[in-house]
């Protein structure tokens, strides 16, 4: 995949609104061959309605959210803090106390089989 360089109007994109357990997030979307490129925010007392088993690197922009894995284990996120899991390794979701702002990127490099070791 070849990507020409371009900007990125955040304010053009239009928000859509998906609800979680409890609370809401809006997503900016912006799509390309292969690449999800997304601009997200979660109300206050957001909690995802799903495990997600997708891959993703997320950079959290503004405040601060919780992203909990299935085993129980849970990291907090600040701003300025990333986190990167591939897809199907493991399952996740997002807790926000007071809301948050997040840049979250994913796509088929994330795939299980194209693996990456960071040493």
Not at 35 to 41: D, K, N, S
Not at 58 to 64: A, F, T, Y
Request: proline share 3%; charged share 20%; glycine share 8%.
């Amino acid at each position: 995949m070849s990507i020409p360089f371009q900007t990125i109007q955040w304010d053009s994109i239009p928000k859509e609104e998906h609800h979680g357990t409890t609370g809401t997030s809006f997503w900016q979307v912006l799509q390309l061959p292969g690449l999800r490129i997304r601009l997200v925010e979660y109300s206050a007392g957001y909690l995802a309605n799903h495990w997600c088993q997708k891959g993703h690197i997320v950079h959290c922009l503004e405040g601060e959210f919780e992203s909990e894995l299935e085993t129980g284990e849970i990291f907090t996120l600040t701003a300025g803090m990333s986190y990167v899991v591939s897809d199907d390794a493991s399952s996740h979701r997002s807790i926000s106390k007071n809301g948050v702002k997040l840049l979250i990127v994913d796509g088929d490099f994330l795939s299980a089989q194209n693996s990456y070791i960071v040493s």
